[in-house]
């Protein structure tokens, strides 16, 4: 009996010296990430932002540049500098609707500020800020289209939208009885609607609009029919670095610099 019980305690000695090692161990950096992203941007001296690539206005990669470029970058620039000041570099990693919360999960980014709706299903996997933009999701089509409004997304009309947006799950909610086509992001739906493979591309207006100024020959029909208020998103179980995220958007709202910001990019 005694002897047993000496051999338990033994192997829960053993057990705890490995759980210690392990937290102290080689893959420190990982555990740490996984249990405080906030802390660790400080260490590292830089925060990650998920940015689109493929959004004009918001996030787009310049080709002549290799700068990306919009409102969603220059924000998170200036949350940044707002933030830490200069102690701490912002860098950039593109991720698309499909992928933004996959890479924040896996640690791959910090935080997303990629026209992202905050919704009740989404803040079942992440954590987001307040509301930084307002948009409504609308359809473009080609001018002189006969689409001009959901109620024309009839049988036999085709769709575009892209992969893990909002979009795509509204419109078959909204307009059951038209076929949509879902692309990987908003470059390939926009060059398929050029294409004539769909009769319309559905997102959030402010998205459309970049579309729209790139080619005028296509113009946003029916106004809106959903609401998509934009939050930053972060890793689950970070609400410390919610709370900056907020604070510093606050002051940017109150300095006037969000403001200049979004005057910047958004014309509509
Ligand atoms: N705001 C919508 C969403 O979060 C559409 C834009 C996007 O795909 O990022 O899904």
Not at 98 to 109: A, S, Y
Not at 216 to 223: A, C, D, I, K, R
Request: proline share 2%; aromatic share 6%; with cysteine.
């Amino acid at each position: 009996m005694f002897k047993k019980r000496n051999v338990v305690k033994m192997a829960l000695v053993t057990t705890m010296a490995a759980l210690l090692l392990a937290g102290c161990g080689g893959d420190k950096a990982s555990t740490d990430k996984d249990k405080d992203v906030l802390a660790q941007i400080k260490e590292d001296k830089k925060i990650v932002f998920g940015v689109k690539h493929d959004t004009r206005l918001f996030g787009l990669k310049n080709p002549s540049t290799g700068e990306v470029e919009g409102f969603d970058i220059d924000l998170s620039k200036a949350l940044a500098e707002e933030m830490f000041g200069k102690d701490v570099k912002p860098e950039y990693v593109e991720v698309t609707s499909k992928t933004r919360v996959g890479l924040l999960n896996n640690g791959k980014v910090d935080a997303v500020v990629a026209t992202m709706t905050i919704t009740d299903e989404r803040k079942k996997e992440v954590d987001f800020t307040d509301v930084y933009f307002e948009a409504g999701q609308s359809l473009l089509v080609k001018k002189g289209s006969k689409v001009q409004s959901i109620d024309d997304l009839k049988k036999g009309t085709t769709v575009l939208a892209v992969k893990g947006s909002t979009s795509t799950i509204n419109i078959r909610e909204k307009a059951p009885e038209a076929t949509v086509l879902e692309f990987e992001n908003y470059a390939e739906a926009f060059t398929a609607l050029k294409a004539g493979k769909g009769d319309a591309l559905t997102t959030d207006d402010a998205i459309l609009y970049g579309m729209a100024d790139e080619d005028p020959s296509y113009e946003l029909v029916g106004g809106t029919f959903t609401e998509e208020p934009y939050g930053i998103a972060v890793k689950k179980g970070n609400q410390e670095l919610v709370d900056e995220l907020n604070k510093a958007l606050k002051s940017l709202k109150d300095s006037g610099k969000y403001d200049e910001i979004k005057d910047k990019w958004i014309k509509n």
